[in-house]
């Protein structure tokens, strides 16, 4: 095998020192290439980064405040993006020097490249001390001062129920609108809501755009205005009404609005509230659709709620053979019953009148059962609308749904509960259904009362049930509960309403075969209580 020698280097002496080196295009050694060019000119050694402690979140520039621990990836970026210069150059390598944690001190390891002349690269290794200052956030400092919120979302609805609030209430929680509310204070005829940043108060505007038919209005109050910047300081406030029309209202539309709903009788029932209204006429089935828009260009109130139902007993029920959906038309005979309102058993229309209607509720209805309804021979209504109708086209009852009174009698535990809202202002102090009910009086026995009809609303309306969360409950608990006399206070971030054990009574009366049981996979676990951790 032939011997090739390797070619020979040549080599040069550096200008500054003499030593012989490979020749490059400066004709330096790299220790007189370093003590000649400095490639962390420009980029500071020292910078100071600010930290609040009573949050714990660093200055991340330019204004955002981001919670990091000590020595992690997200505490490394907020302390590079505090260089200046740092993008003339590339970075290699970033790591933190060990310092004690009281010294307020932060030691940062650099390693950059550059090019310093033609086709010559030069890396370098160095250190930055950063000084941490304490302060306040935005945030605590309109905490400190008792300036907490920015924007408010002030509900109101005129009636004289809490029934829309507390569904309004179970809907938010669903869908978990209720993350950035700072708190929740309840005022007459609505409930305010308070946010740190006026996004979360547009968010939560558009939330009941989207299930309720609402009215909205918006204000905003200069706080402070500094004329050097330009820059000013509001507080926003956006005023959003309810309509006031529930499910199960009796409603009157007005005869030329009612005219354009494809020629629907003026006469309806309310038979859901999503968006829009949803309205029934149960004399022939038809329906329409009301939008919010459409609503508050000609609004109007209903005729009856459903604390004026009263009680019938149902005769004779003959469906006509029309449906649509789940409603079926029917002709049905009906009687006063007696747990009913006081009527005098010699006037007209009492207790033995029995009374001819037209009903939607053909498909759930038997003789026998017992049924709500308006009673409108008795009733006076004091609307413009309703004085035009045709008398002769006014029905004597209409029906509204299926009771279950035996069931009823024996207050059965329910073996389901609900959440609600626990962010209650600290002025207001008492019991009640979540942020509703805290004023005490006669609105917190209203609220109760409420309550308790929303809770049969889910119990036999399925449609209505499908919308809000039910969470299983421990009737051991329940027990336990009743055995020490009070109501267990919830420790987490939300109430839990259980409902209060009550003994079973048996007044030898049979149950209704169809009353509305809620499946157990319906119900969902609580895991509010179960100490689950991220690894």
């Not at 009809?453 to 329940?478: A, G, I, W």
Request: with cysteine; net charge negative; charged share 30%.
């Amino acid at each position: 095998m032939e011997f090739v020698p390797t070619p020979a280097i040549h080599r040069v002496l550096c200008a500054d020192c003499g030593t012989l080196i490979e020749p490059n295009s400066a004709n330096l050694c790299i220790p007189c290439l370093r003590n000649t060019i400095d490639i962390t000119e420009g980029i500071p050694k020292q910078a100071t980064i600010n930290f609040c402690r009573n949050c714990d979140r660093y200055l991340s520039p330019p204004q955002a405040w981001t919670i990091a621990e000590p020595e992690s990836r997200e505490l490394l970026a907020i302390c590079l993006k505090k260089l200046k210069g740092l993008n003339k150059v590339r970075l290699i390598d970033a790591s933190f020097i060990w310092t004690e944690p009281h010294s307020k001190r932060l030691r940062v390891k650099l390693t950059i490249q550059k090019e310093v002349l033609s086709s010559t690269i030069l890396q370098q290794i160095f250190e930055i001390d950063y000084v941490i200052l304490y302060g306040q956030c935005p945030d605590c400092t309109r905490l400190a001062a008792k300036n907490t919120w920015k924007a408010v979302v002030q509900v109101r609805q005129k009636v004289p129920h809490k029934r829309t609030f507390l569904y309004l209430e179970q809907l938010i929680l669903k869908h978990g609108a209720d993350k950035d509310t700072l708190n929740i204070k309840e005022v007459k005829d609505g409930l305010d809501f308070f946010y740190a940043q006026r996004s979360h108060a547009i968010k939560m505007v558009e939330f009941l755009s989207a299930v309720v038919p609402v009215k909205t209005k918006d204000s905003e109050q200069l706080l402070s205005k500094d004329t050097h910047s330009n820059t000013s300081n509001y507080k926003f406030t956006y005023s959003v009404e309810l309509a006031p029309i529930c499910k199960d209202d009796l409603v009157c539309i007005p005869p030329k609005q009612a005219r354009s709903l494809s020629n629907i009788s003026p006469l309806t029932i309310c038979a859901r509230v999503g968006n829009s209204l949803h309205l029934l006429d149960p004399q022939t089935l038809r329906t329409a659709d009301i939008s919010a828009p459409i609503y508050w260009r000609t609004p109007f109130d209903s005729l009856a709620t459903v604390y004026d139902l009263v009680e019938f007993i149902v005769l004779d029920i003959e469906p006509s053979g029309r449906t649509k959906g789940k409603y079926v038309l029917a002709d049905a005979q009906v009687v006063l019953s007696g747990g009913g309102m006081d009527i005098d058993m010699g006037d007209e229309g009492g207790r033995d009148t029995v009374f001819h209607t037209r009903t939607h509720l053909g498909g759930v209805l038997q003789p026998g059962d017992t049924v709500m309804g308006y009673h409108l021979t008795r009733s006076n209504f004091n609307n413009t609308s309703f004085d035009t109708l045709d008398s002769a086209m006014i029905p004597d009852v209409i029906l509204i749904k299926k009771t279950y009174p035996n069931r009823r009698k024996k207050n059965k535990v329910r073996k389901w509960r609900l959440k609600s809202i626990a962010k209650e202002a600290e002025e207001q102090p008492g019991e009640g259904r979540g942020a509703l009910g805290r004023r005490g009086g006669l609105d917190q026995e209203r609220v109760e009362r409420d309550y308790e009809l929303f809770l049969r609303d889910l119990e036999e309306d399925p449609e209505l049930r499908s919308t809000v969360n039910l969470y299983k409950t421990d009737v051991d608990m329940s027990g336990d509960t009743e055995k020490k006399g009070g109501k267990k206070k919830s420790q987490y971030a939300m109430d839990v309403e259980d409902e209060p054990p009550v003994v079973q009574q048996d007044n030898g009366e049979e149950d209704e075969v169809d009353f509305p049981e809620i499946k157990l996979d319906e119900l969902l676990d609580d895991m509010e209580g179960l100490d689950i951790k991220d690894e």
